[in-house]
C-alpha cells in the first residue's frame, strides 16, 4: 500500500516551494502558514518571507512590525507572535539549529503534536507520524474507523494507524499522505478511481465513503450563574446531601440555586430567599465573592458564593442536611465544581470571623 502511495506521489506531487528543501526552518515556517490557510494563499507570503528572513537567524533579529507587516492578511497573529518566540528560542537555546527530536521540538512555542511531527519527518527523514485533518479522513476512510477524530481520546489509534504505514522514506511519506487527502480523498466526493489505496480500501469496498471520519457534533455549551451559600456557625457550616438525581447526585454539597441576573431582586435577595424557601432558615448574611468557574460536558457554572453566619443552627435532623466542622469538610464526597472552592472558602470564614470577633 505504502509503495503504491509512494509511487502515485512522485508522479503527482504538486512543486511547492517548501517542497525544494530540506531545511527545517522552511519546513516549519510553511507548516505554520499552512494552519488555518489555503495553499494557494500561502505560496506568495512563504516566497516574500523567506526572501526577508532566509534564516531563523534573521528571523530572530527582526522586529515584531516586520514580521507583522509581511504576515498581514493571512490573519490568526497568534501564530505570527509565536513565530518570533520560537526563533529566539531556537537562536538562543539551540544555536539556530532546529531540533530534530519530537520532545524537544514540543517545548518550541507554537509547535504541537502534528508540526512537530512534521518537521521531524520532513526535514530530518525521522519515522514519526504528522496527523493533520487530511491525514485524518484518508486513515479513516481507509480502515472504516468510527472513532470520531475530533476526540482527542482517539488521536493515539489514528497516529498509530498511520504509522502502520510508514515507509522508509519519512519525508516523502508525510507528504505524500497529506497530498492524497488535500487532492484526491477530499472531504466531498473524494477520486476513488486516481487513488493508489483502492485496492486496500474499507470504505470504497462498502461503498460507504461519505460515512468517514465520523466527528462528535459538539454540544453547545450553556452558562449558568450559580449562588452558593457557606453557612457558618463557630467552627461548623452547613452541607447538604444532594439527592439521586441531577448533576450532583448523591454528592455533598453546600445549597446552591440558580441565580437570575434579569430578576427584579437582587442576587444576595435570590440567595437569601433560597434559604428561607428551601430550609425555612434566614442565617444574617455576610459577605459574597466570586467563586470559581466549572465546566461540566456541557454546562458551564459561573458561581457567586454567599457568606452567611448564624448561632441559630438549623436542626440537622433535617433530612440531607449537616453541620460539619470546617476540617472535615474533605472527609465529605464532594464534587469537583465545589472541592475547587475550598481554598477561598476557607480564607473567608476566617476574614468573616475574624471580623465578627
Ligand atoms: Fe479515499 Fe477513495 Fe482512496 Fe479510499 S479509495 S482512501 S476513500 S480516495
Known amino acids: 500500500m505504502s509503495k503504491e502511495l ?75 507572535k509565536n513565530l518570533i518566540r520560537c526563533a529566539h528560542k531556537v537562536v538562543t537555546d539551540y544555536h539556530g539549529k532546529f531540533p530534530e527530536n519530537i520532545e524537544d521540538l514540543l517545548k518550541l512555542p507554537g509547535i504541537g503534536p502534528y508540526t512537530a511531527g512534521a518537521i521531524a519527518s520532513i526535514a530530518f527523514d525521522k519515522p514519526e507520524p504528522a496527523v493533520d485533518g487530511n491525514v485524518l479522513r484518508v486513515v479513516s476512510r481507509l480502515y472504516c474507523l468510527s472513532e470520531p477524530i475530533n476526540e482527542s481520546k482517539h488521536q493515539a489509534l489514528y497516529r498509530q494507524k498511520t504509522m502502520a504505514l510508514m515507509t522508509d522514506r519519512p519525508s516523502d511519506f508525510t507528504q505524500a499522505m497529506m497530498e492524497l487527502g488535500a487532492m484526491v480523498c477530499t472531504p466531498k466526493g473524494p477520486s476513488c478511481s486516481s487513488c493508489p489505496l483502492i485496492e486496500k480500501c474499507c470504505s470504497f469496498k462498502s461503498k460507504k465513503q461519505a460515512n468517514f471520519p465520523v466527528k462528535v457534533k459538539k454540544v453547545k455549551q450553556r452558562e449558568e450563574l450559580i449562588g452558593i451559600a457557606i453557612v457558618v456557625s463557630g467552627q461548623q457550616v452547613l452541607l447538604m446531601k444532594h439527592n439521586n438525581t441531577g448533576l450532583l447526585a448523591n454528592l455533598w454539597g453546600f445549597p446552591r440555586v440558580l441565580l437570575d441576573e434579569t430578576a427584579l431582586d437582587s442576587l444576595e435577595k435570590q440567595m437569601e430567599s433560597h434559604l428561607e424557601m428551601e430550609f425555612d432558615f434566614q442565617p444574617e448574611y455576610s459577605h459574597s465573592i466570586v467563586g470559581k468557574a466549572h465546566v461540566f460536558t456541557h454546562i458551564k457554572w459561573n458561581t457567586i458564593l454567599f457568606f452567611f453566619h448564624t448561632d441559630d443552627k438549623i436542626s440537622s435532623e433535617m433530612p440531607l442536611l449537616e453541620w460539619v466542622y470546617l476540617k472535615d469538610i474533605t472527609s465529605k464526597a464532594l464534587p469537583t465544581a465545589l472541592k475547587k472552592q475550598l481554598v477561598i472558602i476557607d480564607d473567608e470564614i476566617d476574614r468573616m470571623q475574624n471580623a465578627i470577633r
Open 6 to 80: 509512494l509511487k502515485w506521489y512522485d508522479l503527482n506531487k504538486r512543486d511547492l516551494p517548501w517542497r525544494m528543501t530540506k531545511d527545517p526552518y522552511k519546513i516549519w515556517l510553511s507548516e505554520i502558514m499552512l494552519q488555518q490557510t489555503q495553499v494557494t494563499t500561502v505560496i506568495s507570503y512563504f516566497n516574500r518571507f523567506v526572501d526577508a528572513f532566509p534564516s531563523v537567524e534573521a528571523l530572530a533579529l527582526a522586529t515584531e512590525e516586520q514580521v507583522f507587516k509581511l504576515w498581514e492578511g493571512l490573519g490568526y497573529y497568534s501564530r505570527a
